[in-house]
């Protein structure tokens, strides 16, 4: 059964000038060389802090922006360097939600004019038959028809969110990336987000790749998770794998900072010193070497590959091949 998305070394570059003469161009490497897959039905979880490239990523598998290299092979097709055109058709199977429901609905138009921009984008020019879908979409996501023709100022944080679900929802798409989708909003009303996305998931078979920092948001929701350090995956695996014994130092220390049940409450605190390093001067070898409390003197050299090891995908020297047998 081949997968439902397969990214194959995905890169994007984003060019700067730099130095006197501007001569030199040099590249911000936001997305450098991700290889992951996901099945139909599943959750895959991209965690990281922020600037580590999750919503780079995110946008680049839809085409929203134009990769520098890689291949994302969607429903067996390679959608890098298909036509504006064939992009937009691809775009019924594959949606976007954005993390901010203010900035991302426009509130110079009411949600009959919001969603039906997706329809008639797609040939459904008829006004009865849109509206039929709209309050259909709208009651799906916990909405209903009589607000069919409020502005988004109208509406709360969660739900101006249900309207961006409903956007992403109304063409009937197999994939979702979902941006921080709650990340803007009260904790009160996450859950309510969060249910409401394991609701449709089940009730459309949809698959989601869940951008997030919320490390405990993402173990509700994921199946399988990638860890992104400075746009590479640092480690990836299923959720209870990875959660219960996550390897890179990295992953480690995001997992200590969450509160989530037993058996893993038990984990001690790791403080990372530092910000994630600038991504224009990623530094030599292991781009985690100068926050990590665990680094070698290879590790300041050698740039570690994803091996495998204990059931999970992981970058880092503690793990290479030659290595496993002391730690492992
Ligand atoms: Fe730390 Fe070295 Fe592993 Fe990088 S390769 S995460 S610096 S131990
Ligand atoms: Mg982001």
Same mark, same amino acid.
């Given at each position: 059964n081949s997968p439902l998305l397969d990214v194959k070394d995905l890169k994007k570059h984003f060019p700067i000038r730099s130095g006197l003469l501007k001569r030199k161009t040099r590249f911000v490497?936001?997305?450098d060389g991700i290889t992951f897959s996901i099945g139909e039905g599943e959750t895959v979880g991209i965690v990281g802090e922020? @600037?580590?490239?999750k919503s780079t990523m995110g946008r680049t598998l839809l085409q929203l922006i134009e990769p520098t290299e890689g291949e994302v092979v969607f429903q067996g097709k390679n959608?890098?360097?298909? #036509?504006t055109k064939e992009i937009r058709e691809v775009r019924k199977d594959m949606q976007m939600v954005f993390q901010d429901p203010y900035s991302s609905l426009?509130?110079?138009?009411?949600v009959f004019e919001i969603l039906s921009e997706p329809l008639t984008t797609h040939g459904i020019r008829d006004k009865q038959k849109r509206k039929e879908m709209i309050s259909k979409i709208l009651n799906v996501v @916990?909405?209903?028809? @009589? %607000?069919?023709?409020?502005?988004?100022?109208?509406? #709360?944080g969660g739900q101006r969110q249900r309207i961006g679900i409903a956007r992403a929802l109304i063409l009937h798409p197999k994939l979702i990336v979902l941006d921080? =989708? *709650?990340?803007?909003?009260d904790v009160s009303i996450q859950s309510q987000i969060i249910n409401l996305l394991q609701d449709l998931q089940e009730e459309f078979g949809l698959t989601y790749i869940f951008i997030s920092h919320d490390l405990s948001v993402v173990y509700q929701l994921c199946n399988k998770i990638c860890v992104m350090y400075l746009g590479k995956i640092v480690e990836m695996g299923d959720v209870d794998t990875l959660y219960e014994n996550p390897l890179h130092p990295y992953t480690k220390s995001l997992l200590s900072a969450v509160p989530i =049940? !037993? =058996?893993? %409450?038990?984990r001690e605190r790791i403080i990372l010193k530092g !910000?994630? =390093?600038?991504p224009a001067a990623p530094p030599p070898g292991c781009a985690f070497a100068p926050r990590c409390?665990? *680094?070698? !003197?290879?590790c300041h050299q050698v740039r570690p590959t994803l091996q495998s090891c204990q059931g999970l995908q992981v970058a880092c020297h503690l793990f290479q091949d030659e290595s496993v047998s002391k730690h492992g």
């Open positions: 490497k936001a997305v922020s @600037g580590c490239g959608l890098v360097g298909l #036509s426009n509130p110079r138009l009411n @916990g909405l209903n028809e @009589g %607000q069919m023709f409020r502005y988004p100022h109208e509406f #709360s921080e =989708p *709650v990340s803007a909003l =049940p !037993d =058996p893993f %409450q038990k !910000d994630v =390093p600038n409390p665990e *680094v070698m !003197d290879i």
